[in-house]
């Protein structure tokens, strides 16, 4: 071997032991406060560790980034470790508050992590649309020196049963995806079984169709040499045809069982018995275990033979737990070696007593190791996230229309961004899945063009067919289209939500979707907050108030999962004022890098910035006067404000969020012809609201006993005996917490139920939610005249 060769083994040998030993000191040794298992994944780091080592020390460079096999997060750990990026006392804490985390984390983890994995699949996913991003910031002229890498994808093979992974194949292949790579760990076990045989077949299969180049590693040094010795064919031809089971069965029993096999099926036939002969019971089962995946020299020679930027799958075949006693047991997923195991494989490691955390214990040339690893590519810049300056927001400004709806007033904002030529409207880059038109899009796009690499003319318009959508393509085109599949929207607004960090420009991404299917994508959505990326979400239409389309593309729940996502602020205007301001806000708060102490006037730890959730409507709404002091700019950034400030005798407070505006406004002034002192609260973030509550609680228990929210200063100005009225077209729970902040008893109006077609009158009147509903409401609730 070259010296490459062996000191790329010396690596592989001291990530396997550091993985294994962190895992086993966090289980086995550390103290348990809960007396429950730790875990960890032994096994599934093991199958990764040539593949791992052979692609960090040979094959990366530092424009290159990876999405971790969640599984495998102990071998990534262990390698920032031996590189002398990550301290002991987080590697004993593996698990443990404060220490690594347990799959790799952009936002937990201090170890230089490219992309946050743990929903399997989608980990997997954003490196085919990071690769997408790369390409549209680099066609751009603000881009065009940006560092271009490989976006590479480490998967197991169960990771192929989550569907989100074909969706993100055919959106590559429609966008000529390049320099992608997605190396699949083929140990053929998952935690529940073993795989299906002849599934590479048809592994390989899907991706040729999908124009991948499909690499097969299945065989490792010490086995291709074998099969060029006499009977070496008869030996390929047995392995070939093994059981997927019964060769992990096999590994797990060790040589002298893969003798007695190898010569009750091959029988005495001269050549093939004499290469098992030759070969202790030791070497026998290190050559049937030397498959491709876990030869460190095979890994690193397939890697360099890649001379092209297309997508390319590796098929490495692994033996999952390889190298350790528990390699091939079936029940290897979650199981961990006992301390027996563990100080039986330390011997055969050479590991002293004593030496277990020594990054560089039995290593025979230290000095040597470290100089190799000084000079590997990929290490030579540390920490690789860049940063990039807050672009100048501009003003942003309401359509003069007399009445319209927040969907309309967003495109018409979009497609006045769209004329200006200033630093943030170069970087929004839109998107949608299929619904641009429908979601008022189009106005953007008519000016601001779609993107391909390759410029492609509207036929229509060659062909002067008359339409309002100008679908022309251009590698400087602002919006990139995808297909109906949500979880690509999401996937890709988190790919393009890094792109400050990972490539040091900054994008302003904006998807918009129908909001019912933000659940369709949650998983994706949730994916892409838990890494800190940074993107407005619109859904619109929103809620039954979509009428004509039916229950199916009614959204309910929408309200509550603005509210309860991490990460996500969530917003719900009625008019196209507040929809302006909170839009104006939101580009600056996506660019928020977490500088700074929670902010003193809203107690809310999410200043710091994030991404940010519209759900808007269709139903045009009478806009208010013109309004711009700075109380109703700031009650609509923190999430309420008086549209009819209540008296010092206020009876009753109807609190509304979103499209019913126009039916608890009309509500009040039927009530007011019996009640003078009757407050509107206009809501247009429940999110923010609670998020400011729960904040303010929790710095008063820490000692601020000034502290206080802005819901809190809101609700202060009533009597003790008023009562409160909320209503939106959403769950009523998004709301109906209000009442809990003072003490005020609290009737709550909303949609529980899927809704049905109709008119916009007669879902709002089935629902309790037209003004009728609420006028009644107050009156049985502050004793009045029914309505």
């Known amino acids: 071997m070259t010296d490459e060769s062996t000191y790329l083994k010396t690596v592989e040998q001291r990530l396997l032991w550091l993985s294994h030993w962190m895992i086993h000191n966090a289980n086995h040794i550390r103290p348990k406060a809960d007396g429950i298992k730790v875990g960890g994944h032994q096994a599934s780091s093991a199958s990764m560790v040539s593949i791992m080592t052979a692609l960090y020390f040979s094959a990366l460079r530092p424009e290159d980034r990876v999405a971790v096999k969640p599984h495998a997060s102990p071998v990534f750990h262990a390698m920032h470790y031996l590189m002398g990026n990550l301290s002991r006392e987080k590697m004993e804490n593996f698990r443990g508050y404060g220490g690594v985390q347990s799959y790799p984390s952009r936002t937990k983890d201090t170890d230089d992590v490219d992309f946050s994995t743990g929903s399997v699949g989608l980990g997997v996913a954003i490196t085919s649309f990071a690769s997408l991003v790369q390409d549209y910031i680099r066609a751009k ?16 093979d169960a990771e192929l049963d989550e569907g989100n992974i074909y969706e993100a194949l055919q959106e590559g292949w429609k966008n000529n995806l390049r320099n992608c790579w997605w190396i699949i760990d083929y140990n053929r076990q998952s935690l529940d079984g073993i795989v299906r045989e002849g599934l590479f077949e048809r592994i390989e299969k899907i991706f040729d169709a999908f124009g991948w180049d499909v690499m097969r590693v299945k065989y490792g040094r010490l086995q291709r040499a074998a099969f060029e010795e006499p009977g070496g064919d008869a030996l390929r031809g047995w392995i070939d045809r093994c059981p997927n089971a019964e060769y992990s069965a096999l590994t797990y029993m060790g040589g002298a069982v893969w003798r007695r096999r190898l010569m009750e099926d091959l029988g005495d036939q001269g050549p093939v018995s004499a290469l098992i002969e030759r070969r202790s019971d030791a070497a026998l089962a290190e050559l049937m275990e030397n498959l491709g995946g876990n030869c460190v020299q095979t890994m690193a020679e397939t890697f360099a033979a890649i001379d092209h930027d297309r997508p390319t799958c590796i098929l490495a075949y692994t033996i999952k737990g390889w190298g350790t006693p528990i390699a091939g047991h079936k029940d290897n997923h979650g199981g961990l070696m006992t301390k027996a195991q563990m100080a039986e494989w330390q011997v055969r490691m050479g590991v002293p007593e004593g030496a277990e955390w020594e990054p560089l214990a039995a290593v025979r040339d230290p000095d040597g190791l470290r100089a190799f690893l000084a000079r590997v590519p990929f290490f030579t810049r540390y920490p690789r996230r860049f940063a990039e300056d807050r672009l ?38 839109t998107t949608s899945p299929d619904v641009t038109g429908t979601t008022s899009l189009g106005p953007w796009v008519n000016r601001r063009k779609l993107f391909a690499r390759k410029a492609q003319a509207d036929a229509f318009i060659e062909h002067r067919i008359p339409s309002t959508a100008k679908w022309e393509f251009a590698p400087e085109g602002q919006h990139i289209e995808l297909g109906i599949a949500e979880m690509n929207l999401f996937v890709l607004l988190g790919a393009a939500g890094l792109a400050h960090s990972l490539w040091g420009r900054r994008l302003i991404p904006i998807g918009t979707v129908y909001d019912p299917f933000v659940h369709r994508g949650l998983d994706a959505l949730n994916y892409a907050c838990y890494q800190d990326a940074r993107f407005i979400i619109v859904g619109t239409p929103s809620g039954v108030t979509l009428a004509p389309e039916g229950g199916a593309h009614q959204s309910v729940g929408t309200p509550l999962t603005g509210m309860a996502q991490d990460g996500l602020a969530a917003f719900e205007p009625a008019f196209a004022d507040e929809l302006a301001v909170i839009l104006e806000w939101a580009f600056d708060y996506l660019q928020r890098d977490g500088e700074g102490d929670p902010d003193e006037r809203t107690w809310l730890r999410d200043e710091t910035g994030g991404s940010v959730y519209l759900r808007l409507t269709t139903q045009p709404l009478e806009q208010p006067g013109k309004r711009a002091d700075d109380r109703f700019r700031q009650g609509a950034i923190d999430g309420a404000y008086w549209l009819r400030e209540p008296g010092p005798n206020c009876s009753v407070v109807i609190a509304y969020q979103g499209a019913v505006a126009a039916e608890a406004i009309a509500s009040a002034g039927l009530v007011g012809e019996h009640r003078r002192d009757i407050g509107v609260l206009a809501v ?18 820490q000692g601020n006993a000034t502290a206080q929210s802005h819901i809190e200063r809101l609700l202060a100005l009533l009597p003790e005996t008023c009562r409160i009225v909320t209503v939106l077209d959403g769950h009523p729970a998004a709301l109906a917490w209000l009442g809990s902040v003072a003490g005020h008893r609290t009737i709550v109006h909303g949609v529980e139920h899927f809704g049905q077609t109709g008119t916009i009158s007669d879902l709002h009147r089935h629902f309790g939610i037209d003004r009728i509903a609420i006028s009644n409401s107050v009156a049985k609730f502050t004793y009045g005249p029914d309505f």
Do not use: H, N
Not at 397 to 425: C, H, N, V, W, Y
């Open 141 to 156: 002229p603000w881009g065009a020196e940006a560092p271009a890498g490989r976006m590479v994808a480490l998967m197991g």
């Open 392 to 429: 100048a927001v501009p003003a942003i400004a309401a359509p003069a229309d007399r009445e319209i709806s927040t969907q309309t007033a967003f495109g018409k904002m979009l497609g006045e961004l769209a004329r200006d030529t200033g630093p943030l409207a170069v970087r929004i880059v």
């Open 684 to 701: 247009t973030s429940a999110d923010r609201l609670a998020a400011g509550w729960t904040a303010a609680q929790r710095a008063r228990a």
